[in-house]
């Protein structure tokens, strides 16, 4: 019998207050610097996003989107200020890992896949945080690869897939954790633009079929409309919170 699936974490499992009723992820002057404080990547940045919102990080090369994404993502710290989950600080939260592994899903630009692991190992690298056997990680990993339309390439190693292939397995590896948000910093940056549109296609899809909520880091306009409201980033601040009545919600 297949082994259940782990209930999502939730910061209501940490000792302290509930979550903040219908927000889903906040920060709040958050800054972040570097080299000894002698550069600063975020300068009080405060925005809220609701549960199932899909949203848009633009601005220029060095404006502090990645940063962003990064705290978000529970892989850095802020310097100043504090990033809420579900109402509780990502501070407060004893097991960094086993929060990322059951709660965030990531995507990049460049991949990031271990090149000697085929298509379907690949995507079940998040999975080995998570009480599920081997048989179940498998299967898991096979829906998944079939889903983004690479059934037929489960034993591919990442040399020897195409571009777009590469960036579906990653996809398909962001899949793997049943996240509630997934971050995606340029997804389609390397990618020329008929693959851009699939992969961007495939998002949407995952978007509204999971409802999770989808945050993306990019600096195509084509991309930054699909979403249901973009977030302009300059010098490290928000400069403009636009909804977008044309995209995703």
Known sequence: MPTPAPRPFSV??????????GVFIEARAVTRHFDEGRV??????????????FVAVVGPSGSGKSTLLQLLGALDAPTGG???????????????????????????????????????????????????PSPER?????????????GGRLD????????GERQRVAIARSLANEPQLLLA???TGNLDSANAGHIMGLLCDV????????????????????AGRTLQMLDGRIVADTPNPGGAP
């Open 12 to 21: 209501t499992d940490q000792k302290g207050a509930g979550p903040a009723p």
């Open 40 to 53: 600063q990547a975020l300068a009080g940045v405060t925005f809220a996003i609701h549960e199932g919102e």
């Open 82 to 132: 504090e990033i809420f989950f579900r109402g509780r600080s990502i501070r407060a939260i004893r097991d960094l890992s086993q929060f990322r592994a059951r709660t965030i899903g990531f995507i990049f630009q460049s991949f990031h896949l271990l090149p000697t692991l085929t298509a379907l190992e690949n995507v079940q690298v998040p999975m080995f945080e998570l009480p599920w």
């Open 138 to 150: 498998r299967r898991r990993a096979a829906a998944l690869l079939q889903a983004v339309g690479l």
């Open 156 to 163: 591919h190693l990442p040399a020897k897939l195409s571009g």
């Open 185 to 187: 910093d340029e997804p």
């Open 207 to 226: 978007h509204r079929q999971r409802g999770m909520s989808l945050i993306i880091v990019t600096h195509n306009p084509a991309i930054a409309s699909c």
